[in-house]
């Protein structure tokens, strides 16, 4: 066999329905888990398209409305913001905040207790939301946030420390 000859990978079908597969946007599966205050929907994860390490989908939250508090255990989780205004609070009180707008990315690490806040009182919160397994794991806490939460700024190569 010539080095680099890869015919022994090529699926059954050539690829033809396994190589690339298109989610379309109005066939999200709401079937995942939920928090109260957020309607997630899953595009991609192992039952619909036979995803191993990665799970991708959508978040909407309701305008002046924020979720439970909750923490997705050992998973890694990306929040990119398409419209509105999030606010994120965290912590074991959840006594630190920072605020994203559209364009801005989110990481929330492995078991940090968490709450979205839609900042606005009337324009929808809608994210895309990926996160490092192919399943979805939440872990609805009962946490209520006993301090003012401490403001956490941003600080990357794109949004310095302000001083």
Same mark, same amino acid.
């Given at each position: 066999?010539?080095?680099?000859?890869?015919?022994?990978?090529?699926?059954?079908?050539?690829?033809?329905?396994?190589?690339?597969?298109? !989610?379309?946007?109005?066939?999200?599966?709401?079937?995942?888990?939920?928090?109260?205050?957020?309607?997630?929907?899953?595009?991609?994860?192992?039952?619909?398209?036979?995803?191993?390490?990665?799970?991708?989908?959508?978040?909407?939250?309701?305008?002046?409305?924020?979720?439970?508090?909750?923490?997705?255990?050992?998973?890694?989780?990306?929040?990119?913001?398409?419209?509105?205004?999030?606010?994120?609070?965290?912590?074991?009180?959840?006594?630190?905040?920072?605020?994203?707008?559209?364009?801005?990315?989110?990481?929330?690490?492995?078991?940090?207790?968490?709450?979205? !806040?839609?900042?606005?009182?009337?324009?929808?919160?809608?994210?895309?939301?990926?996160?490092?397994?192919?399943?979805?794991?939440?872990?609805?806490?009962?946490?209520?946030?006993?301090?003012?939460?401490?403001?956490?700024?941003? !600080?990357?190569? !794109?949004?310095?420390?302000?001083?």
């Amino acid at each position: 066999m010539p080095h680099g000859d890869h015919s022994h990978d090529v699926p059954p079908d050539g690829w033809k329905h396994t190589g690339v597969q298109v !989610i379309p946007g109005d066939s999200l599966d709401t079937n995942t888990a939920q928090t109260p205050g957020m309607n997630r929907a899953a595009a991609i994860n192992f039952a619909r398209v036979g995803a191993q390490k990665i799970w991708a989908g959508t978040v909407h939250i309701h305008a002046d409305a924020k979720t439970g508090v909750h923490h997705h255990g050992a998973l890694e989780s990306v929040i990119y913001v398409l419209k509105g205004r999030a606010r994120m609070r965290w912590g074991e009180k959840l006594e630190f905040v920072a605020e994203a707008g559209p364009g801005d990315f989110i990481f929330v690490p492995p078991y940090v207790p968490h709450q979205e !806040i839609n900042a606005s009182t009337d324009e929808t919160l809608e994210c895309v939301l990926v996160r490092s397994d192919n399943e979805a794991v939440v872990v609805n806490l009962d946490i209520e946030p006993i301090e003012k939460p401490e403001t956490v700024l941003w !600080i990357d190569p !794109i949004h310095r420390a302000q001083g």
